[in-house]
């Protein structure tokens, strides 16, 4: 049988790039979606007519319920996940000025509480392997943002929901060894989002150290290595052309909004 892998928030953008991914390297994947059924099935259709493997399944990340249902209609139709990739995340702006502690504990659900859950749920579940137990092995990879390695201030809730998982990387390692193994992904700017305009982006997409733009493909074939190689846990790769290594004081849009309004013809 194959590989099964869940992959949260597959339907769109990077989602959508790591389903294509693990997909085409002959997992069998399971496409999580919160809002985007549309997409979702859509993708399951343009894969499947390629002879691929995939399964949506829709559920609400910030309630636990669904969550643990999600998991025991998987392991029913399909026996335990191999992997587990935390791709679906809320960003929200605020500042540490201004933030609404509702929507904090909102982010905070969908961005550390499931991820937690669910390699709570995949270790569990390695316990109905029936795979020898120098072959077990099960991955957890949590999507973090070069943002924790690079602070500043801006989407302050959804940093530091991101800082709390880019931490458990490390304590999930330890704590779920040696039946599955944690590792974390994080990426540069790969996308546009929210208000941000495509000239914004082709700027911002260029602060970094490499003056390119990241291939979402990069990230989720990244994800994949994770997945794929025995020997890597407690780890987090930053896939952002060296953008970590780039100090800003300002979250990036708005940093290449303001070399923008400097001067029309700079160049990040």
């Given at each position: ?116 859950l669910l390699g709570r749920e995949l270790a569990r579940q390695q316990t109905q ?74 700027r911002a997409s260029r602060v970094n150290l490499l003056r390119r733009a990241t ?32 100090p800003l004081a300002r979250d990036v849009m708005f940093a290449a909004q303001t ?10």
């Amino acid at each position: 049988m194959q590989d099964s892998v869940l992959i949260t928030g597959g339907a769109q953008r990077l989602g959508r790039e790591l389903v294509l991914a693990f997909a085409r390297a002959g997992w069998h994947v399971w496409c999580h979606y919160g809002h985007s059924a549309d997409a979702a099935q859509a993708l399951q259709a343009e894969l499947r007519a390629q002879g691929l493997a995939v399964d949506v399944i829709g559920a609400d990340l910030s309630q636990v319920a669904q969550v643990l249902s999600m998991v025991a209609q998987i392991t029913q139709q399909r026996g335990p996940l191999r992997a587990v990739v935390n791709n679906a995340s809320l960003f929200e702006p605020d500042t540490g000025s201004d933030f609404d502690p509702a929507l904090l504990r909102q982010q905070m659900e969908v961005n550390l509480v499931a991820p937690l859950l669910l390699g709570r749920e995949l270790a569990r579940q390695q316990t109905q392997r029936s795979d020898p137990v120098d072959v077990q092995d099960a991955c957890l990879i949590h999507v973090l943002d070069q943002k924790v390695f690079n602070l500043n201030p801006d989407y302050f809730s959804y940093t530091t929901t991101k800082l709390a998982l880019e931490r458990s990387v490390d304590l999930q390692a330890q704590a779920l060894a040696p039946g599955v193994r944690v590792c974390g992904v994080a990426p540069g700017l790969i996308y546009p989002s929210g208000p941000q305009s495509q000239d914004n982006f082709d700027r911002a997409s260029r602060v970094n150290l490499l003056r390119r733009a990241t291939p979402p493909a990069d990230v989720a074939a990244t994800c994949l290595f994770l997945a794929q190689t025995r020997s890597i846990t407690g780890v987090t790769i930053c896939v952002d052309n060296g953008q970590h290594l780039v100090p800003l004081a300002r979250d990036v849009m708005f940093a290449a909004q303001t070399l923008t309004q400097e001067s029309p013809h700079a160049e990040p």
